[in-house]
């Protein structure tokens, strides 16, 4: 094994490690090993894996392995980042005080479409839902953080009217949130918390 370390601006040092047999390792001890490398030495973060003529970048906290630039291995729902991310949540991750207003149309869309399919599978009649008309309307407001270049945060705030068991139209306000994973410059994933606050 060939370890090579260079030192990037700001004082971060990065290490290439070259090795024979790494692409004889499944995708599970190529994590494993990655992350207990990085785990063991202070101050020095691995950013790849020679072996023969190809190249491994490990994500071991989004469990996600690229080969020559492809993605080969993607177990999010299984990453420690994966948990992190999804606890039961409580009032205070509702606080959206410090959220910034989203204005993109592309944005909104892809908040909006997700937010409703939640709140409809929360209801006890989906099929009579009724949401403003699009993700543009006055009545949708979409905010979003962004919290180390890792995970954007959005919070959908908007109303559904929808039959109860009863079968009475009410109108409900809800917030969804949403969190959006772009770890290291990988595809960006889409993903919901746990819960939603209706009021």
């Given at each position: 094994?060939?370890?090579?370390?260079?030192?990037?601006?700001e004082?971060i040092?990065?290490a290439t490690i070259?090795s024979?047999?790494?692409?004889?390792l499944?995708?599970?001890e190529?994590?494993s090993?990655?992350?207990?490398?990085n785990?063991?030495?202070?101050?020095?973060t691995?950013q790849n894996?020679?072996?023969e003529?190809?190249n491994?970048?490990i994500?071991?906290?989004?469990s996600?392995?690229?080969?020559?630039?492809e993605?080969i291995y993607?177990d999010y729902?299984?990453?420690d980042f994966?948990?992190?991310?999804?606890p039961?949540?409580?009032?205070?991750?509702?606080?959206?005080?410090?959220?910034?207003?989203v204005?993109?149309d592309e944005?909104?869309v892809?908040?909006?479409?997700?937010?409703?399919?939640?709140?409809?599978?929360?209801?006890k009649?989906p099929s009579s839902?009724?949401?403003?008309?699009?993700?543009?309307?006055?009545d949708?407001?979409?905010?979003?953080?962004?919290?180390?270049n890792k995970?954007?945060?959005?919070?959908v705030i908007?109303w559904?009217?929808?039959?109860?068991?009863?079968?009475?139209?009410l109108?409900?306000d809800?917030c969804?949130?949403?969190y959006?994973?772009?770890?290291?410059k990988?595809?960006?994933?889409l993903?919901?918390?746990?819960?939603?606050?209706?009021t």
């Open positions: 094994m060939i370890v090579g370390i260079r030192r990037l601006p004082e040092w990065k070259i024979y047999n790494f692409g004889d499944n995708p599970e190529m994590i090993l990655d992350k207990e490398l785990d063991s030495v202070v101050g020095v691995i894996y020679g072996c003529k190809d491994y970048e994500d071991s906290d989004l996600s392995i690229k080969k020559n630039g993605e993607d729902e299984n990453s994966y948990a992190e991310m999804h039961e949540l409580t009032e205070d991750d509702f606080d959206i005080d410090d959220f910034e207003k204005s993109d944005t909104l892809k908040c909006w479409v997700p937010a409703k399919k939640i709140i409809e599978a929360q209801l009649a839902a009724k949401f403003p008309f699009s993700s543009n309307s006055n949708v407001l979409i905010l979003k953080s962004v919290d180390n995970i954007t945060r959005y919070a908007s559904v009217e929808a039959e109860n068991s009863f079968g009475a139209q109108r409900n809800f969804v949130l949403l959006e994973v772009n770890g290291n990988r595809k960006k994933r993903i919901t918390a746990h819960s939603t606050k209706t």
